[in-house]
């Protein structure tokens, strides 16, 4: 047990599965003939899809990871921490903001064709974001990230929208990462500033919880005009399932100190039933169960999910030992921003080739074959480039 202070490989087995979904379902989107289970579920729609699960459980491990890596800064009263939480959290919302501005790339009034612009954004990511910890060359460094930013700020000049009221960049939403910035933001500071006691980080949790739930009975209206450019970023869900893994890294801390680890499991199951019988409760009171929608039995059923999955994972993983069983996929999980941003850079780069695919692979099962090859490609070219020392870092 004594190697589960340094780190916890259950949150690494389980974040390399979910980053292998996420762009399962990603790329499964669209493709006709498969099962509807698999995506996401309408907008309007009651129901839960797989690829509604799978942004939860990455917030959640967010929060499983945030204990773990605060650990030795805390104990050495690293001074840095606070500026650390913020580079780290603009860095993501910097990414997504692009991220969303690239749904509303106008191809006909710009120089650049889409793929184009998409592909050359990336790369600047890449060049910004490279971890550039295991060169000696300074020089080298300055230069690459020079030329990232020049590169960059050329997209900038160049960007038109296909918004008339909103002609060049602008905020229509946060994206993905933006989300996860804005919820790691928030709740790292919860945890920083309250030293992970861990009554404080059940509290936030609950906060963020009955937020999302007076959002959606319509006690918050008043908060509409600016909501989107608050700090909280939206109604509370996503920091929700944030604090909610948080926590959970707590108490496992507390109850591995105390040698009563196996009430781990007991902990774990018990809310998850309670967040369960809750989440189908406000189900008929609040909208649904809708990702879309954020409705607050999509964050609880979601988070309870999430505690299933994860008491899992640390049976396997951490007491079973079987880590091994998700070496192939161990990338997404190790080097996991490099993973997720390797398909916006694939996929224009695709797009601006005449390379095609047999129509087998078009639609129904050809199409899973297909998204799951593409997913394991994916990890794999993330785990070639780490061997060659390239890897983005924030």
């Not at 669209?30 to 459980?57: R, S």
Request: glycine share 6%; with cysteine.
């Amino acid at each position: 047990m004594s190697n589960l202070i340094n780190r916890i490989r259950s949150i690494d087995a389980f974040r390399a599965v979910t980053m292998f979904l996420m762009i399962f379902v990603n790329d499964l989107d669209g493709v006709p003939n498969t099962p509807e289970w698999l995506k996401h579920a309408d907008v309007n729609a009651d129901a839960l899809g797989l690829a509604d699960t799978i942004f939860p459980a990455f917030l959640f491990i967010v929060g499983l990871s945030i204990p773990y890596a605060f650990k030795k800064r805390l104990y050495n009263e690293d001074a840095k921490l606070p500026l650390r939480i913020i580079t780290r959290s603009f860095a993501l919302i910097f990414i997504g903001f692009f991220h969303a501005n690239m749904e509303t790339y106008n191809e006909a009034t710009t120089v650049l064709p889409k793929p184009v612009w998409d592909s050359l954004a990336t790369f600047s990511f890449f060049f910004i974001f490279l971890d550039y910890s295991k060169t000696s060359s300074k020089l080298k460094q300055y230069i690459f990230q020079g030329f990232g930013v020049a590169l960059l700020i050329t997209m900038c000049i160049l960007y038109k929208s296909t918004d008339p009221s909103h002609p060049w960049l602008h905020l229509t939403w946060w994206g993905i990462l933006g989300l996860i910035g804005w919820s790691y933001l928030v709740c790292a500071f919860i945890y920083y500033y309250s030293n992970g006691v861990l009554w404080v980080q059940a509290a936030a949790w609950i906060f963020f919880m009955f937020f999302n739930i007076d959002f959606h009975f319509g006690m918050l209206n008043f908060l509409n005009g600016i909501q989107k450019y608050m700090w909280i970023a939206g109604n509370g869900a996503m920091q929700a399932f944030t604090m909610a893994g948080i926590f959970v890294s707590v108490m496992y801390m507390r109850l591995n100190q105390n040698k009563e680890i196996k009430m781990l499991w007991v902990g774990l199951l018990l809310i998850a039933v309670i967040l369960f019988n809750l989440g189908f409760i406000v189900r008929y009171f609040s909208g649904g169960i809708s990702k879309m929608r954020d409705t607050p039995s999509w964050v609880l059923i979601c988070t309870g999910i999430s505690l299933v999955v994860y008491a899992g994972f640390v049976y396997l993983v951490d007491f079973k030992h079987k880590f091994h069983w998700f070496k192939v996929i161990e990338p997404a999980g190790t080097n996991t921003f490099t993973c997720y941003l390797l398909p916006f850079l694939f996929y224009p780069l695709y797009q601006m080739t005449d390379l095609g695919y047999p129509e087998y692979f078009d639609q129904g099962t050809g199409g899973l074959i297909k998204c799951i090859i593409f997913s394991f490609v994916m990890v794999w070219l993330t785990g070639l480039l780490q061997k060659i020392n390239v890897r983005l870092k924030i």
